[in-house]
């Protein structure tokens, strides 16, 4: 046997490997949202399989992230090796400019075929972040093609998060995100309150009057809504009623304003349904799906649109969405997501993001009578502890790993987003470090 297969134990690296790897690291890898050197050594992973990541010093944890909320297979899953390694041996990259293939077709297909309503075009974009940014130029360019330049703003509402780069950064929350150091330099866009919190909660009819009031007053200057459907995920992890999402399409409809919803956390069943927007029954003029959609093997997203939305951009004075990535419907991502998105056809995965949701339930509710937690909610596969105070992450992610289990808690959270092919002692083991991290965090 090799050290790659999974029933072998991987030798341990030696201590003073470690360090002189983790001493690299320090010197040149600048880490996402961390300083530059770093001041907490992160953990070295030697390799990974089903839903564990081996250590390099030989431990072993449950990933509860999914590598952020992407790996919804798991890790070396054989039928995405497969197109991986089918792919490589056909080509690995060819530009987009000009030229097609098979692997970039189908997926644009199925994507259109899979995802709510009339989204039958889809651009491929390079990342989640990215598909925003495709996302609202498509919105932008469709009002400059028809000639109402004045319709150039963007309304979301509060404790949004879409992405890093400039534009989506203008539509994540302005004060409680880490985006605030940009005012002055992002576009100023408009906001309403963030959604009253709780998906099965009553809608709030105060509320409701104030996002249909502040749309019809903006109408004039509005490009588009675009919000996160159902859930706000690094905003704050935040649930709420489907019903707001039927508010904002009716709304947007009657004043002639796009919407846009960013399913790139929530898309590929991770609510439960497909996409969220499905439990509102309501479809967007432009859909953003990234992260889970090659089950985390490659960095692909895509922004789909309507044929209203394509057709007003190709009959304007410039006729062409102005945007090509290098790496544009790049085969190998193409391939393995279209693997990916075919490990779901057969719907099982809503028997195991069920079961996820009743082990998750059942877990973290000792969690509700820890000090200081001031909130216990989940849905479909996403479980959340929120606290009454900022989580002191060293000690969070140290009983975490005690018990086995990787997480990455912020802010005031501490939240799972496992593998759907997590099983019930992964996914109890996971609840039991979230209760455990809460109590020490």
């Not at 319709?151 to 400039?166: E, M, N, P, V």
């Not at 509005?222 to 992890?237: D, T």
Request: hydrophobic fraction near 45%; charge should be negative; glycine fraction near 10%.
């Amino acid at each position: 046997m090799t050290s790659s297969d999974p029933s072998t134990p991987p030798q341990a690296r030696s201590a003073d490997s470690i360090r002189q790897l983790l001493a690299l690291d320090a010197e040149h890898v600048w880490h996402p949202y961390g300083p530059m050197p770093g001041t907490v050594a992160p953990l070295l992973v030697e390799e990974a399989h089903g839903v564990r990541l081996r250590l390099a010093d030989g431990r072993e944890l449950v990933d509860g992230m999914s590598s952020w909320w992407s790996a919804i297979h798991g890790y070396r899953h054989p039928a995405l090796d497969a197109a991986l390694t089918e792919q490589a041996g056909r080509m690995s990259h060819v530009m987009f400019g000009g030229l097609t293939h098979e692997p970039a077709i189908r997926l644009a297909t199925t994507l259109a075929d899979i995802t709510p309503g009339e989204l039958r075009h889809v651009f491929l974009c390079d990342s989640g972040s990215v598909s925003v940014e495709v996302a609202i130029k498509m919105c932008l360019q469709y009002w400059r093609s028809l000639g109402r330049r004045g319709k150039s703003r963007l309304l979301t509402w509060r404790g949004g998060y879409h992405g890093d780069t400039f534009h989506p950064m203008s539509v994540c929350d302005p004060e409680g995100g880490m985006h605030a150091l940009w005012r002055g330099v992002l576009p100023e866009q408009l906001f309403v309150p963030a959604p009253p919190a709780g998906f099965g909660a009553e809608p709030d009819r105060a509320y409701v009057e104030e996002l249909v009031r502040t749309v019809e007053r903006h109408a004039d200057e509005l490009a588009a809504v675009i919000v996160e459907p159902v859930v706000q995920g690094a905003g704050g992890m935040r649930f709420h009623n489907p019903e707001y999402l039927r508010v904002l399409r009716e709304v947007t409809e009657a004043c002639d304003v796009l919407l846009v919803f960013d399913e790139i956390a929530t898309g590929f069943g991770r609510t439960g349904e497909l996409f969220a927007a499905e439990h509102a029954g309501v479809c967007p003029d432009v859909l953003c799906v990234g992260k889970a959609l090659t089950g985390g093997y490659l960095t692909m997203a895509a922004a789909l649109c309507t044929p209203r939305v394509a057709r007003g951009i190709s009959a304007g004075e410039v006729p062409v969405l102005a945007h090509g990535p290098t790496f544009m419907g790049n085969p190998l991502a193409a391939a393995v997501a279209n693997a990916s998105v075919d490990l779901l056809a057969d719907g099982s995965w809503r028997a195991d993001v069920a079961r996820i949701e009743a082990g998750l339930r059942t877990g973290l509710a000792p969690a509700a009578a820890v000090p200081g937690v001031v909130d216990v909610r989940v849905l479909g596969g996403i479980g959340v502890v929120q606290l009454d105070h900022q989580v002191d992450a060293a000690a969070a992610t140290e009983a975490l790993t005690a018990r086995g289990v990787w997480l990455r808690p912020f802010r005031d959270l501490i939240y799972t987003m496992p593998p759907y092919v997590c099983d019930d002692t992964d996914v109890a083991a996971i609840a039991g470090a979230m209760v455990a991290a809460a109590r020490v965090a």
